[in-house]
């Protein structure tokens, strides 16, 4: 995993720690698709938990290929680092004019990590339609602490994303993001491959960081989106906040000193 990467901006980052999702638009070559769609066919055998991605796709090997595209490795590496271990992956099909929609979900029990989080590949090989059901999930929806299926009861909310998109496409998803796959109303198999990395080093200024003064930084990191009620909107961007200092290392970062706020405790006394 040491060969040439892309490395996300600051911008990015900010990007992805407000949503939730990146999304890499037909990244992955024609004949790498064609290969995918052939190895995804036969499945891809599993490996155990914590097999470093060295180690659980071997050099030569399709995944391993795929993970070394530049902007896939430059982006796996700074969401995780290096050598992230490989949590689990699956391959998922839906039948033509087949499957029932998936209720939203997170892939996790209730997380309480400040600090730290895993994120999902999903690679999708051939082009995806809305009639072929591709991943439904809800922006910004990742810092809410629901405990995997909670959120199953909900449809249709507003802003949510349903995923069509070019052959080729890497979308990388926060661990605790709303999501769920659509029913497949087309006449193509639809296929989409998913692997959840596990990091193994602190998650800070792992990307470029030679924009992390750029003003779009705040402006992405205090984006709302269409669902939010307004208060716990709020509490969502406080919740990012705090993300961001950790993946920063600046404890003084705010905006409009809504944590500053919340902690401030001098320790002077009165005289």
């Known amino acids: 995993m040491e060969k040439k990467q892309e490395l996300l901006s600051s911008v990015q980052m900010a990007r992805f720690v407000a949503r939730g999702s990146l999304r890499l638009d037909a990244v992955v070559p024609a004949e790498l698709n064609a290969e995918g769609l052939r190895v995804l066919a036969d499945d891809v055998p599993p490996v155990p938990y914590g097999t470093p991605v060295s180690?659980?796709?071997?050099?030569?090997s399709f995944v391993r290929r795929l993970l070394e595209l530049p902007q896939v490795a430059g982006a796996l590496h700074s969401l995780v680092g290096p050598e992230p271990w490989v949590d689990h992956h699956f391959v998922h099909t839906r039948e033509p004019h087949g499957g029932d929609a998936q209720a939203l979900h997170g892939d996790a029990v209730i997380d309480v990590r400040p600090d730290a989080f895993d994120v999902q590949l999903m690679y999708y090989p051939q082009a995806v339609t809305l009639e072929m059901g591709g991943t439904l999930s809800v922006p910004g929806s990742h810092l809410r602490r629901t405990n995997e299926s909670d959120t199953g009861r909900y449809q249709n909310l507003r802003g949510q994303d349903r995923l069509v998109c070019p052959a080729g496409t890497v979308v990388f998803l926060?661990?605790?993001?709303?999501?769920g796959g659509r029913r497949n109303d087309s006449d193509t198999l639809r296929y989409m491959f998913k692997i959840r990395f596990?990091?193994?080093?602190?998650?800070?200024?792992l990307w470029d960081t030679s924009d992390l003064h750029d003003p779009q930084v705040d402006?992405?990191?205090?984006?709302m989106f269409p669902w939010y009620e307004g208060a716990t909107g709020r509490l969502e961007r406080y919740n990012r906040i705090l993300l961001w200092r950790e993946l920063t290392g600046d404890d003084g970062y705010d905006l409009d000193h809504w944590v500053t706020r919340a902690t401030n405790r001098p320790k002077?006394?009165?005289k």
């Open 174 to 179: 926060h661990h605790g993001l709303w999501h």
């Open 219 to 223: 402006a992405e990191l205090d984006a």
């Open 198 to 205: 596990n990091p193994t080093v602190r998650q800070q200024r």
């Open 55 to 60: 180690t659980a796709y071997p050099d030569g």
């Open 268 to 270: 002077e006394t009165a």
